[in-house]
C-alpha cells in the first residue's frame, strides 16, 4: 500500500530532461500552427497591401461590398473615388478594396 522510500526516489529522478522533454510536443504545436495558418496569413495581406498600393486611376475594382466599379480618383488619404455608372462616384476606403479586375498600362512619358 505505502511506497518505499527507494522507489519513491527512482520516480521522481527525470530533472531538467525531464522539463524540456514536457514541452517538446507544444514546441512543435506552435511550429505547425506557424506555418499552416500564421505565416499563409502574412503572405496574404501582404500581397493584398502591395496591390491595394499599386491602384490607379482606371482600374476597375471589387470592392468587399461586393460593387464592382472604375477608379477615378486616387486620393492621398487612404481613399479611392471610384466609379459605379455614369455620373455615380462614391468614396471608397482603400483596405476594402478586395481585388482587381482589370489593370491600366501606365502611361508612358
Known amino acids: 500500500m505505502f ?3 527507494a ?6 529522478g527525470g530533472g531538467a530532461a525531464g522539463a524540456i522533454t514536457s514541452f517538446v510536443p507544444l ?3 506552435f511550429a505547425i500552427m506557424y506555418f499552416l495558418l500564421i505565416r499563409p496569413q502574412q503572405k496574404k495581406m501582404k500581397d493584398h ?4 498600393e499599386a491602384l490607379r486611376r482606371g482600374d476597375q475594382v471589387v ?13 492621398e488619404d487612404g481613399e479611392l473615388e471610384v466609379e459605379l455608372a ?3 462616384k462614391v468614396r471608397v476606403v482603400r483596405s476594402t478594396i ?8 501606365p502611361a508612358n512619358t
Open 63 to 75: 470592392t468587399a461590398g461586393g460593387l464592382i466599379g472604375k477608379v477615378s480618383k486616387v486620393k
Open 27 to 29: 514546441i512543435l504545436i
Open 86 to 88: 455614369d455620373n455615380v
Open 98 to 105: 478586395s481585388q482587381v479586375l482589370n489593370k491600366t498600362e
Open 49 to 52: 497591401q502591395k496591390m491595394v
Open 3 to 5: 511506497a518505499t522510500p
Open 7 to 12: 522507489f519513491a526516489q527512482a520516480a521522481g
